[in-house]
């Protein structure tokens, strides 16, 4: 649920994932067995570090081409920005190196822990420098990151009142939601020992490749490309960055319990009602002021944050092979 609502209802793709059939039917579970399935391989096979759960995320991304057939379609009516090999080069830097491994993946994982669970894992893989900015103003820090949720949805949201349901409707579904899970003990747990085990991850895998199967027939199938016209593209993309997670997978099992240098004691933040409102207030009318008063420079924005998303996209990419690159 945290997933869709970081990435879905932000980008405007689904604004009432919990209040819609695809929603429900398509959406959720899609996000469901991805997240399961790779927070699985990493915390049973590596460490969940930053860069193991970032690689993690990239793999994620690439559901995009065969599901949903974006990678060689592009989301944009027009088309692509730009075809390089067969695919949408821009819109494959966004949703694979931006959007799915952070907002889809590595930050809903870690809220998810903070909000549901008794451990701190994921907090504790963090880069000591991360960890030490956030430490500092850990209130602004999750401030700005619901601003950004919020900022980003107004230009496909239809209305401001569009926009206020959006925001408050799917705050108070999680955090029902929350609340149920945390009266029923849920909360009593860790992250770990809440995922699945070698039975389950062989079930949340044949679920998932079976989500492609059908999705992947069901939606645009027309639209997939010739090998050499885009799929071999795909394919390479695929195969690079299976090996740089197989990588961070063996580094991290292979590193010492004191490799994260510099990382302190205790988690950043902890859950409390009152942060959760606030966090979901803030997303929420900066959404609404957004749509309110800055549609009419919506073009402007899209340049911003699309320029804003490919930056940090390379960044991290690169920094990920510097990680890989390291000798443990």
Known sequence: MISVIFVEVPAGSTMFPFFTIWGMLVVLPLY?????????????????????????GTLYGMYEAY??????????????????????????????????????????????????????????????????????????????????????????????????????????VLGLALLWWRKSGGAAYSLRELLPGSKGIKIFGGLLLCWYLLWGVAINYKSIPGILHGQLTIWLIYAGLLIIFFRCLRQGRE????????????????????????????????????????FPFALVQIGIMFTFYIVVGVGLLAGLVNHVRRRV
């Open 32 to 56: 469901l067995l991805h997240s399961v399935f790779l927070a699985t391989v990493v915390f049973r096979f590596g460490r969940p570090n930053f860069w193991t759960l970032y690689s993690a």
């Open 67 to 172: 599901i949903t057939k974006v990678l060689w379609t592009s989301f944009r009516p027009e088309g692509p920005f730009l075809t390089l090999g067969g695919i949408a080069f821009f819109e494959t830097l966004i949703l694979v190196l931006f959007l799915h491994p952070l907002l889809a993946f590595v930050v809903p994982m870690y809220f998810t822990e903070v909000l549901c669970t008794n451990s701190s894992e994921i907090d504790q893989g963090l880069p000591a420098r991360a960890r030490a900015i956030i430490g500092r103003h850990p209130v602004r820090a999750i401030g700005l990151l619901m601003a950004l949720l919020g900022f980003m949805q107004f230009v496909n949201s239809k209305s401001v009142l569009q926009s206020f349901l959006s925001g408050a409707g799917n705050s108070v």
């Open 255 to 294: 590193a010492p319990a004191s490799a994260d240098a510099g990382v302190t004691s205790g988690a950043l933040f902890r859950f409390s009602w009152r942060g959760f409102a606030l966090a979901c207030a803030v997303a929420t009318c900066v959404t609404i002021l957004s749509r309110l008063l800055l």
